[in-house]
Each structure stands twice: as structure tokens, then as C-alpha cells.
């Protein structure tokens, strides 16, 4: 009768575990029909949500605790600081797989630290208010005071880096050379315009273009919303891009259809500019079009809502991405609509770019944002993602990203850290690495199954 009642207890308990365990998983990859309540990042979406974004007093990170420890409950005492990273010898060349060009990742170089900048920046992010005063009350606000205190729910393994340091710069090269991935797009303001938190990074540019020749990765353009852009000042910093850096090995150029090797400039928030202005730049009776000239592109929109398809016809874009790593926030984000995205552009002639993450949290600079978290899973809504966007047959997939820590999409190396206020996320049980080596697999998954299906593309109808 003991014996009876131990295995009735066993099994219970792994029944309660079972039922434990779906229902997690079901959290973490949430449905896309689910409800999101406000809209997270008003920094991100200005034309979903116009309220102002205030800053606040002291940062009180022990409210989110809880959220930042959600994978860090075991062998908490075993953590140390950081970690060493990789050493330049450990990544050979010869032996990694060909670099996959249509596989792009959204890059930033907005980071800073006093040794390189006299100052910490972006690190050092502010909390932002939630718009409702009601809400704003119930959470922390102020700053981040780096290097322990980090506006990130993950710590980087080269720590509070300087996106100046050239050091910092060739080993984010060699990760994504090691990723397989051939293409980064680059978060640029022009020269005289930088983000509400950072500082002016054009002039970083050159030494960007100079490492990723090293490693034979190319460079295209992330067009930032920066302020006043129009359709007039975006034909000046698209001749200004091209003129300066358009010779260079490592810029990048995709060649169409018809042969021609055209640059790619992803524009993010194109939402917010009118149509009507984007066919001034984009179209060939535009008042200052760029078609037909030394200054022609492929240029991008990103697609948030379903109604912005009709706006980005208009606006004469060459094609859209969907940037978010959340699946479900948005319509273009959410994977259940990527196989009518990718028909409709393949009836209007214009480029799908799903947009793939490992996941999202953004907690640690919008605290009241936790229904928008996407746990990764120990790489399983990253895979998840990626096998969503290869169903669709896509030209190029884009990845969010290698190191946009502020919303934890990051693929780059991330190691454990614990301080007195805060346990940071981390990518364990595996190694650091963890996401570099799953986009390499990925990668080459894409790269051979692009092949096939371009070739029947290609192939006559009988």
C-alpha cells in the first residue's frame, strides 16, 4: 500500500511539473491573437501613442527584480561578476561555413564609456514614465548608473563598452562572422543628428566599414527618424551616405532582378512621414527622385499595421520589414501574418524582410512593460521565428538584433552577473555563444533552402 501511494505521489508530481511546464511555454511564445494593452516604446511607435515621454527622479531597481531573476533561480552564489571574452585565436576562418548575405542584422553603435567617450552613454539609459500618471507612479524612474547598474536586462560579455573602441568593434565583426551572417545594418543619424540619449556616431562609419572588410561582411543603412526628416533632407544624406562611403569593399549593394547592384537603406518609423512625401524621393515623376540616378536604392519601409501597405505603395518604397522581436505586438510582427505579407509583396513586386528576434524584454528602461516580454526559451522562440520566416520563402531575413540590449534582443555574447540590487539574465545553461551558434545554423538553413526555391522561381511554367 506504501509502495502504492509513493508511485501515486510520483506521478502526480510529475503531472503537476507537466502541466507546470506547458503552461510556461505557452507564456513565453504567446499567441499573436493575444491582447497587449498600450503599446510599449513611445520612442519606437510616436504615431501609435502621442503622449510625451517625462524622465523622472531616482532609479529604484528592486521592483523588477523579479522579472530580471526569471531565469536566474538556480546556482546564484556560483555567479561570478563576468566573464573573460573569447580570444581573437578561438575563431578560424577556414573553418566556418561561407557568409550568408541575404541573412542582415540591425546593429548599433551607440554605446559609450569614459575611456573612450569621457562619459558613459546609453548604458547609463534613463527609466521612461509610462504616459498614464497613475500608472508612472507605481515604478521606478531616474537612471542607470553603469558599470553595474546597466539600462539592459542582460550583461554583455565585453561589459559597459564603448561602440568607439576599435577592439569592441572587431569582435563584434567576428561574431557575426562566426554567425554566418554577411550583412549589418546600421543604425545611422546624419552627422549632425544623433538619439534623444546618445551622441553623433557618423563619424564612427569608417572604422565600421574598415573591420567588417576584414571579415568580408558588408554594411547597409539604418535610417534612424532623425529630427525633421522629410523627403528633401533624406535625398541629401542618401547622396550624402553614398557619395562618402559608397566605394568602399564593404558597402553593401544588392543586385535585382534586372542585374542591377543597387544600395538597401532600411528607413525605420517611414510610417511616420506622408506618402505623398516618400514619392517625391521614391518615385520617378517625384519632384527630387532618386530613381534613375547615381543615388537610386532599394529603400525599405517598415510595416507596423496592416492599413500602412497601401501607404507604403503609394510612398513607392521597394520593400518592408517588420523589425519588432515580439511576436503578436504588431501586425507586422506577428508570424500568423507573414504569408500574407509575403504575398502581397510578391503581387506588387516589392521585397519581404521578416524581422527575427531571440526575444524581448525592456524592462529595465520601461518597467511597466512586462506583458510585451518574450522569453527565449533556450533558443526556442528565436527558432521558432526563424522557421516562421523561412516558410514565407523570404528573399532576406533580417534579424533584431546583434546589440540593442535596452530590449534584450541581443544575439551578441551575454554572461552571468549578479549585483547587491540586481541578477541580471544570462544564456545559460548554454554557453554565451549560445545565439551566434544557433543563427550559424539558421544561416546555412536559409542559404540552402534559398537556392532551391529561388531556382524555381526562376524556372519556366509549363
Not at 54 to 72: A, C, F, M, P, Y
Not at 164 to 175: G, K, L, N, Y
Not at 207 to 222: G, P, R, S
Not at 442 to 451: C, G, I, L, P
Amino acid at each position: 500500500m506504501a509502495k502504492f501511494r509513493r508511485r501515486t505521489c510520483i506521478i502526480l508530481s510529475l503531472f503537476v511539473l507537466f502541466i507546470f511546464s506547458v503552461m510556461m511555454s505557452l507564456k513565453m511564445l504567446r499567441p499573436n491573437t493575444a491582447t497587449f494593452g498600450a503599446p510599449f516604446g513611445l520612442d519606437l511607435l510616436p504615431e501609435l501613442h502621442q503622449h510625451t515621454v517625462h524622465l523622472g527622479k531616482k532609479l529604484d531597481l528592486q521592483k523588477s527584480d523579479r522579472i530580471k531573476s526569471e531565469t536566474n533561480t538556480k546556482n546564484l552564489k556560483s555567479v561570478e561578476i563576468t566573464m573573460k571574452p573569447s580570444k581573437a585565436s578561438e575563431l578560424n576562418l577556414e573553418e566556418l561555413p561561407p557568409l550568408n548575405y541575404f541573412l542582415h542584422v540591425f546593429y548599433y553603435s551607440w554605446y559609450g564609456n569614459p575611456q573612450f567617450d569621457g562619459k558613459y552613454i546609453h548604458w547609463n539609459h534613463p527609466v521612461l514614465e509610462h504616459w498614464d500618471p497613475r500608472i508612472a507612479k507605481n515604478y521606478p524612474q531616474g537612471r542607470h548608473n553603469p558599470p553595474d547598474d546597466i539600462g539592459s536586462s542582460f550583461y554583455p560579455e565585453l561589459g559597459s563598452y564603448s561602440s568607439r573602441d576599435p577592439s569592441v568593434i572587431e569582435t563584434h565583426m567576428r561574431q557575426m562572422r562566426s554567425a554566418s551572417i554577411g550583412v549589418l545594418a546600421l543604425s545611422w543619424y546624419p552627422p549632425d543628428s544623433k538619439d534623444e540619449n546618445g551622441e553623433a556616431t557618423d563619424n564612427l562609419v569608417p572604422t565600421i566599414l574598415d573591420k567588417a572588410h576584414k571579415y568580408n561582411l558588408k554594411v547597409t543603412f539604418h535610417i534612424e527618424p532623425y529630427s525633421n526628416r522629410d523627403d528633401q533632407n533624406m535625398y541629401q544624406n542618401v547622396k550624402y551616405i553614398i557619395d562618402r562611403y559608397g566605394n568602399h569593399p564593404a558597402f553593401y549593394r544588392y543586385k535585382t532582378r534586372t542585374g542591377k547592384s543597387l544600395p538597401m537603406f532600411y528607413v525605420y518609423d517611414s510610417y511616420i512621414t506622408k506618402p505623398e512625401k516618400w514619392a517625391n524621393l521614391l518615385t520617378t515623376s517625384g519632384s527630387h527622385s532618386v530613381r534613375n540616378s547615381p543615388y537610386d536604392g532599394l529603400f525599405i519601409a517598415l510595416l507596423v499595421e496592416e492599413k500602412h501597405k497601401n501607404d507604403i505603395l503609394q510612398s513607392g518604397f521597394d520593400g518592408i520589414y517588420t523589425y519588432f522581436a515580439t511576436n503578436g505586438f504588431t501586425y507586422g510582427s506577428s508570424h500568423q501574418n507573414w504569408a500574407n505579407l509575403k504575398l502581397f509583396c510578391d503581387k506588387y513586386n516589392l521585397m519581404f524582410i521578416p524581422s527575427v528576434g531571440p526575444g524581448y524584454i525592456d524592462t529595465s528602461i520601461r518597467p511597466w512593460n512586462t506583458q510585451n516580454t518574450r522569453n527565449r526559451i533556450n533558443g526556442k522562440y528565436y527558432e521558432v521565428g526563424m522557421g516562421a520566416a523561412l516558410q514565407t520563402h523570404p528573399g532576406l531575413i533580417s534579424i533584431t538584433s546583434f546589440n540593442e540590449w535596452h530590449e534584450g534582443t541581443q544575439i551578441e555574447k551575454a554572461v552571468p552577473k549578479r549585483t547587491s540590487n540586481t541578477v541580471y539574465l544570462d544564456y545559460r545553461p548554454h554557453k554565451p555563444n549560445l545565439y551566434l551558434e544557433l543563427t550559424r545554423k539558421w544561416s546555412e538553413k536559409f542559404s540552402k533552402e534559398r537556392t532551391a526555391y529561388v531556382l524555381d522561381d526562376q524556372m519556366p511554367i509549363s
